[in-house]
Each structure stands twice: as C-alpha cells, then as structure tokens.
C-alpha cells in the first residue's frame, strides 16, 4: 500500500500528500461541507443526480485534501464550477487513481477491525 500517490494530469505530474488519519477525518469533513450536511440524506435518496453529485462531492474533497496543488493550478480554483465536460477528467482521475488509493487505506483498516473481532 502506497503511503503517497504520484498521478499525471493534463501533463503535469502531482505527489499526493500522505494518507493519513487526520487527511482521512479532513475528508469527512469536507464531504459534509459541501453537501451542507446533507450526505446521508443525498445518499439514501438514491437517485442517479444525487449519486453523481456525492462523486462529485467525494473528487472535490479528495483532490482537496490530498493534491492541493492541483487545484492551485485549476482555474476555476473548484471542481464544483467546472462545466461537465472538464469535470469529466477530475470523475476519471479520481475513479481510476484516487478512489481505489483512498479505498485501500480504508481496507487495510477494515482488515485490522475484523482481526479484532476474530481474536475476541
């Protein structure tokens, strides 16, 4: 498992920042931000825009936290007020790199609660 993520876009290259507990409760919290504290409501609404907008939600806080840079470099300076078509390139970069980075830390942490659970 990578503790750093090193990702190409639009031809320059971005190091993450590392991953760890306090970038992982700052997503959260980013999350929430931007969803006014409507995340649960939006997720259990289960409706194909509102599962879009929690992506789009989720690639914003990501790059945020972890390629903060790559925003600096952004203009606009927000995921959130690109059209679609740019905004296409933020969902594919974090669905192919970020998600599945971030998605593994997660399961190593998974893995370690189970084992717990198990021993008990």
């Not at 959260?28 to 997720?43: F, P, R």
């Not at 409706?47 to 789009?56: N, Y």
């Not at 903060?68 to 970069?93: A, H, Q, R, T, V």
Request: proline fraction near 2%; charge should be negative; charged fraction near 30%.
């Amino acid at each position: 498992m990578q503790e750093r993520l090193e990702i190409n876009f639009k031809g320059k290259k971005y190091t993450s920042k590392p991953f760890n507990v306090g970038n992982m409760v700052d997503m959260e919290k980013a999350k929430a931000m931007l969803s006014a504290g409507q995340w649960g409501g939006i997720y259990r609404a289960a409706t194909e825009t509102g599962d879009e907008s929690l992506v789009m939600m989720q690639t914003q806080a990501a790059i945020s936290i972890f390629f903060p840079e790559l925003l600096e470099d952004l203009k606009p300076k927000s995921i959130m007020e690109l059209g679609l078509k740019d905004y296409k390139d933020f969902k594919k970069l974090y669905v192919d790199k970020i998600e599945k980075w971030t998605n593994s830390h997660i399961e190593m942490l998974r893995d370690i609660g189970e084992e717990n659970e198990s021993n008990q």
